[in-house]
């Protein structure tokens, strides 16, 4: 079993719908931490979704989502690019003692203070231009409520995901409603009963089944009275983005007295991507040489920190 991304459209309405399983990605994340069975749950169905929610994209560049909690789990992080490359990380308070079997709520929003943010980095940006950001409190007690709420709010689609991850894979169903256009040969009831049709066929979709079954048997078991287009299957992949370049420019980020001070104290910088774990090491001549020259910050930074 590969990586793979089915789209799916509904051909007497505007409806389309997409199946995703990430088995290598998902293991590949894994293997650079060591988190809780619940935070794995959370992290992996958020992978899943964006995954989903990028293929739609028509744009070269990255969606980022971001979950900022108040409880145990301060962060929740996952980006997938339009090759469909995906990382995730969390970062969990230094305090944090997590259940196997605790919620969102109680995760991340335990306070009412949690926020979901999704960014879309444009990799050729215009000169000036910023990443489009949409910042929206917390609104769902699950992932796939959570997105949904902010899909049809913020960007007035309707939406709807069904999402599943444990250790071996993580999986997820999106179906979303289109906007009418002229010329479709569909009636607005005609859509509505379709997308009424669908939703009540994925609410029959229990997780264990959702975990357990590939994206083409659940395709032909949810949908097998329905006329469907399949498209070309596509095959995410886990990649990092992280560079020392773009290390570079963090630190420069922070500022020269804040790099000064950490070098007084710690001798060199020992610089860890909290998405692949891989190592750079800036010593005082390399910094030095960071705020000689004017080398400007692009694209979202990998999370990192400096190990003492």
């Not at 929610?53 to 997938?80: T, W, Y």
């Not at 020269?256 to 860890?272: C, F, P, T, W, Y």
Request: charged share 25%; glycine share 6%.
């Amino acid at each position: 079993m590969m990586d793979t991304l089915q789209k799916f459209i509904f051909e007497n309405a505007a409806v389309r719908g997409e199946l995703v399983e990430l088995p290598d990605t998902w293991r590949e994340i894994q293997s650079h931490h060591t988190y809780p069975k619940a935070v794995k749950t959370l992290l992996g169905e958020m992978l899943a979704a964006a995954a989903l929610l990028s293929a739609n994209l028509k744009f070269n560049g990255s969606i980022v989502m971001q979950i900022h909690g108040d409880g145990p789990v301060r962060l929740l992080v996952v980006e997938c690019d339009s090759e469909l490359h995906l990382r995730a990380t969390a970062k969990l308070a230094s305090d944090a003692v997590i259940g196997d079997e605790d919620s969102l709520t109680s995760l991340v929003h335990a306070h009412g203070q949690g926020r979901f943010v999704i960014t879309l980095d444009p990799k050729d940006k215009l000169p000036g231009q910023q990443p489009y950001q949409g910042i929206v409190p917390l609104d769902g007690d699950s992932v796939a409520t959570v997105i949904e709420n902010y899909m049809l709010r913020s960007e007035q689609l309707d939406t709807r995901l069904w999402l599943a991850a444990d250790p071996t894979v993580a999986r997820g169903l999106l179906l979303q409603k289109l906007p009418k256009e002229g010329g479709t040969g569909t009636s607005v009831s005609d859509d509505l009963e379709t997308w009424n049709r669908t939703v009540m066929l994925g609410n029959t979709l229990r997780r264990e089944e959702l975990l357990t079954t590939n994206v083409d048997t659940l395709m032909r078991r949810l949908f097998w009275e329905e006329t469907i287009r399949v498209l070309d299957a596509k095959h995410p992949s886990f990649r990092c983005s992280c560079s020392r370049e773009k290390v570079a420019n963090m630190l420069k980020i922070l500022g020269r007295q804040e790099v000064e001070a950490a070098l007084a104290e710690l001798g060199k910088l020992n610089i860890d991507c909290d998405f692949c774990g891989r190592h750079y090491d800036f010593d005082a001549v390399d910094c030095a040489q960071l705020f000689a020259t004017d080398t400007s910050s692009e694209g979202v930074q990998p999370a990192s920190h400096v190990r003492h």
